[in-house]
């Protein structure tokens, strides 16, 4: 598989937890969030976005929050899955035509 | 609908060499990307076309050349390979530029020997 998990921060939980997936960012004017799984071998896969007008926004399983006041985003995933280890990967749109890419945490689920 | 293809996902070369990296999308999409992944360095934007007939450079494009073809797709030349150049390359492509969901190829893992 790829070995893109190299050198990543990585977080450990076991199956059922919930997993908490933080992601600094940098630029205030950034007015758009998203983020990405990427399994092994594979492309990224959009999870969920959110826009700077919101705070919360939820999805199956997933919620990511936005603290514009410390430029944090996080991702939230209830009950964690062994098929939800994967790295994943925040980005920002800061007003221009393209995102920017974090560089990306892995989680390893235990069953 | 298939979304995003890359051909081909394998490619070995030589230091000099040249190839094109292909990529095409069947969602009617404007907006295309090709990016590179490193161990470590998250997706680095190479070139963009925010529209068919328009391209642009992006944080990572010595070494690279593109063609947006036509709307469906959009290649990557490495004229004069460099072991540097050595990655796994994405193309992606959104509705639109900017805040939309960009919608991944499955890679091309290239070695530049």
């Not at chain 1, 705070?55 to 985003?73: A, E, I, P, S, Y």
């Not at chain 2, 979304?3 to 040249?18: D, E, N, R």
């Not at chain 2, 797709?73 to 960009?102: D, K, M, W």
Request: glycine share 8%.
């Amino acid at each position: 598989g790829e070995s893109v998990g190299l050198h990543l921060p990585t977080l450990s939980v076991q199956e059922g937890d919930n997993s908490i997936i933080n992601c600094a960012y940098s630029n205030s004017a950034s007015d758009y969030f998203i983020w990405y799984k990427q399994e092994s071998g594979k492309g990224p896969q959009f999870i969920i976005d959110i826009r700077s007008n919101m705070d919360k926004r939820q999805g199956q399983r997933v919620t990511v929050l936005l603290n514009k006041t410390v430029k944090h985003l996080s991702l939230q995933i209830a009950a964690t899955q062994p098929g939800d280890s994967a790295v994943y990967f925040c980005a920002e749109n800061s007003g221009y035509s393209t995102l920017t890419f974090g560089k990306g945490t892995m989680l390893l689920v235990s069953p | 609908n298939a979304g995003v293809t890359q051909t081909p996902k394998f490619q070995v070369l030589k230091t000099g060499q040249s190839m094109t990296l292909q990529c095409a999308q069947d969602m009617n999409h404007n907006s295309m990307y090709w990016y590179r992944q490193d161990p470590g360095m998250g997706l680095r934007l190479i070139y963009y076309s925010a529209s068919e007939g328009t391209t642009d450079k992006g944080e990572v494009p010595n070494g690279y050349n593109v063609s947006r073809l036509n709307k469906r797709e959009f290649s990557l030349r490495l004229e004069s390979a460099a072991p540097s150049q050595t990655s796994v390359y994405f193309c992606a492509s959104s509705r639109t530029s900017g805040i939309n969901e960009q919608f991944f190829g499955p890679g091309t893992r290239l070695t530049v020997l």
